[in-house]
């Protein structure tokens, strides 16, 4: 069976700082992976997905992710992160067969900004 | 504006009563979702439709019901054999391809009086 791991349950950054999320996954297969934004109370936003090709994959708000096979993980990455980004954030894997059964998501990781 | 629409955004239980939490979506997807979440927990899957009039178990399925009679609609009840109902509800809808993320709606809290 897929699942995911995020090894930090908090991390917390300066603001201006660079932000590193990590995920690691197990799937025996290709795997379909997403990063996933939630704010209190809301519902998840989708920052970047993985498919296929290219290993490092842009996103929205200005957020990285690179799929690394040999270490079956794939870390959000941030340059310099904003007061704006403090949330809770879910690594997700989905069944190359259609993901129709739904996503197995990480427990997620809490970011705290620092001013 | 195309989306998913969950509602109460707050709802309460008393024991031994079954309640209904809505879920809408006019993005023309096939495949719909309900997930729980508990603090630190992530999300863990209830029931999953690729189809109308048909579902199937997801994870934690055991206290909880839902149906699809309608393209556009997937309700979950969470009925009375549930015994520890409180948590945050998230209903997702997709296209059903494999290539495609799920999309969120703004979840239902549901609270035990």
């Known amino acids: 069976a897929q699942s995911v791991t995020q090894p930090d349950i908090h991390i917390t950054v300066s603001e201006g700082a660079s932000l590193e999320l990590r995920c690691n996954y197990s799937?025996?297969?290709?795997?379909?992976l997403f990063w996933y934004v939630q704010s209190p109370g809301q519902g998840l936003q989708l920052l970047l997905k993985?498919?296929?090709?290219?290993?490092l994959v842009q996103g929205i708000k200005g957020f990285e992710a690179e799929f690394k096979r040999s270490q079956s993980s794939f870390n959000l990455r941030k340059p310099s992160v904003h007061w704006s980004d403090a949330a809770e954030y879910f690594c997700?894997?989905?069944?190359?067969?259609?993901?129709?059964?739904?996503?197995?998501f990480g427990k997620g990781t809490h970011l705290i900004i620092q001013p | 504006d195309g989306g998913i629409t969950q509602s109460p955004k707050y709802l309460f239980r008393k024991e031994g009563q079954n309640v209904t939490l809505s879920c809408e979506q006019n993005l023309n997807h096939d495949a719909m979702y309900w997930y729980r979440q508990d603090p630190g927990q992530g999300l863990r899957l209830i029931y999953y439709s690729q189809i109308v009039n048909d579902f199937q178990k997801g994870d934690i399925a055991e206290g909880y019901s839902v149906s699809r009679e309608k393209k556009e609609s997937f309700p979950l009840t969470v009925t009375s054999a549930q015994k520890n109902p409180t948590a945050f509800y998230l209903c997702?809808?997709?296209?059903?391809?494999?290539?495609?993320?799920?999309?969120f709606g703004d979840g239902t809290r549901l609270s035990i009086l």
């Open positions: 997700a894997v989905g069944a190359v067969r259609g993901g129709a059964d739904g996503l197995t």
């Open positions: 997702a809808s997709t296209t059903g391809m494999g290539n495609q993320p799920q999309h």
């Open positions: 799937y025996g297969a290709t795997p379909y």
């Open positions: 993985y498919f296929s090709g290219d290993t």
